[in-house]
């Protein structure tokens, strides 16, 4: 069986990380080996609110809370949960972002059918058949079927989403560090897409159910849309300076965050 590590960001959702705890049935649970939690120094109560949940709710799997060491950005959230994927010996880390925008029985399926065995990348995608889009604007969707489809021509493969709160990776491919100099922020699922193109990475997206309602989102749509297309100029002009180079505003030379509480001594 599978060393399946399910890794949680959270920033500021206290309201929606309950409901996202609450996504972990037996069911799910089951394909798990592990949850962590990681806190991207939150200034809300979230903390307390996921400790609460787990004394009240005995999960079938342990769950661990984390404090970034420094406030990373979502990117460096998953630098952290990447390394503690690879020095644990995981087969294979899930991302499911804590603010209940994504549920993770979308996943459940190919869990149990083993169809993610296949590839190195399998990701959740808002923008392809299949899917279903709850509280987002036709705008919005027009824009990233635009920017998928620029994608798409310049990493030489179909892309269908470029960052959804549900992926999953195979840890074999995180060993080398490749993602470890890309940008630390929101940025960051952008260049794994590229990176992946230039690593010829098997790449598998599967349509999933996304929603917002009371969630608050961190972009800013045209200052974003100018980063991303600057992103792809440059991959375009040259695949390997733009995958090897150095994207982060600040260089940490290592990323690491403390053990806040855990559901099993």
């Given amino acids: 069986m599978n060393k399946i590590l399910l ?14 705890l609450g996504q972990l049935t037996d ?14 120094r939150s200034t809300d109560n979230g903390e307390q609110v996921v400790q609460d949940y787990l004394n009240d ?10 404090r970034n060491d420094d406030n990373y950005g979502l990117g ?9 994927a690879v020095e644990n010996d995981f087969d294979y880390v899930i991302l499911l972002h804590g ?10 399926p190919y869990l149990k059918n083993k ?3 296949n590839y190195d990348c399998f990701l959740g995608a808002r923008f392809m058949k299949g899917s279903k889009l709850q509280g987002y604007s036709k705008f919005r969707t027009f824009g990233n079927i635009v920017y998928n489809t620029l994608f798409s021509i310049g990493c030489g493969y179909k892309v269908y989403d470029l960052g959804s ?23 960051f699922n952008y260049c794994m897409v590229m990176g992946q193109a230039y690593y010829k990475h098997k790449v598998k997206f599967f349509p999933i159910i996304w929603r917002e309602d009371d969630q608050v989102s961190n972009v800013k749509m045209v200052n974003q849309a100018m980063i991303v297309l600057k992103l792809l100029g440059s991959y375009i002009v040259n695949h390997k300076k733009f995958v090897t180079g150095e994207h982060r505003d600040k260089v940490i030379e290592d990323y690491t965050a403390k053990t806040i509480y855990t559901n099993q001594q």
């Fill in 76 to 84: 460096g959230s998953h630098k952290v949960a990447f390394k503690y």
């Fill in 165 to 187: 709160g549900l992926n999953m990776y195979k840890v074999d491919i995180l060993r080398d560090k490749f993602y470890l100099k890309y940008k630390d922020n929101l940025v």
């Fill in 7 to 20: 890794f949680i960001p959270m920033y500021n959702c206290e309201k929606q990380i309950v409901r996202v």
């Fill in 115 to 117: 169809e993610y065995e």
């Fill in 27 to 40: 069911e799910v649970c089951s394909y798990l080996s592990e949850v962590i939690i990681i806190n991207n």
């Fill in 99 to 108: 603010d209940d925008q994504g549920d993770i029985s979308n996943i459940l």
């Fill in 57 to 66: 709710n005995h999960l079938p799997v342990k769950v661990s809370l984390f």
